[in-house]
């Protein structure tokens, strides 16, 4: 029933129910956590803009019909950012529906906004650079709106990985959780 990195947060006891059947049931014993900012300090609906702000600007380049956007190199990086902004996303979701005190795996599923917002910041920089050497090789003029979307696409990416701090947690004291 449990299995892998949790499992050990877990204790199995088994009931019976109101029909008279036994059901296993898991008990969570682990460590719990809260957030070291309180929730207004954090920056929920700033990091819930630059989420949105990711997802719009990767959908620009991804919808526009231009001759830059045949380009192995300016495109490729531009759809591999579908998975780190749609994780964002999902974390933006799960961040702005989880309340004050968190398990193991709630805890760990918020510290992926480091690796997740750096990768989108990476892969709008260097289809950035790609843009730049096809105009600079004279292959073609730029797209101004990817230009620019892939641009708010850097910044916001950086920006969220600049805001990790702000979602920083720390261990609840045993005697408190009670």
Request: charged residues 20%.
């Amino acid at each position: 029933m449990l299995s892998g990195k949790y499992s050990k947060d877990y204790t199995l006891r088994e009931e019976l129910d109101e029909r008279g059947r036994l059901h296993t049931v898991a008990d969570y014993v682990g460590d719990y956590y809260r957030y070291v900012l309180p929730r207004d300090r954090r920056g929920l609906p700033l990091a819930a803009a630059l989420v949105a702000l990711c997802a719009v600007a990767l959908l620009v380049p991804l919808l526009a019909v231009a001759p830059i956007l045949r380009v192995w190199y300016v495109m490729m990086p531009l759809a591999l950012a579908i998975v780190p902004v749609a994780l964002l996303a999902q974390w933006c979701i799960r961040l702005l529906t989880l309340g004050e005190k968190l398990t193991h795996e709630r805890r760990d599923q918020i510290e992926r906004l480091a690796p997740w917002s750096f990768l989108a910041a990476l892969l709008a920089a260097v289809s950035l650079a790609g843009q730049i050497v096809y105009a600079a090789t004279g292959q073609g003029p730029l797209h101004l709106p990817t230009l620019c979307a892939t641009a708010a696409l850097l910044g916001s990416g950086a920006a969220l990985f600049a805001l990790r701090h702000r979602f920083a947690t720390e261990v609840i004291p045993a005697e408190t959780t009670e």
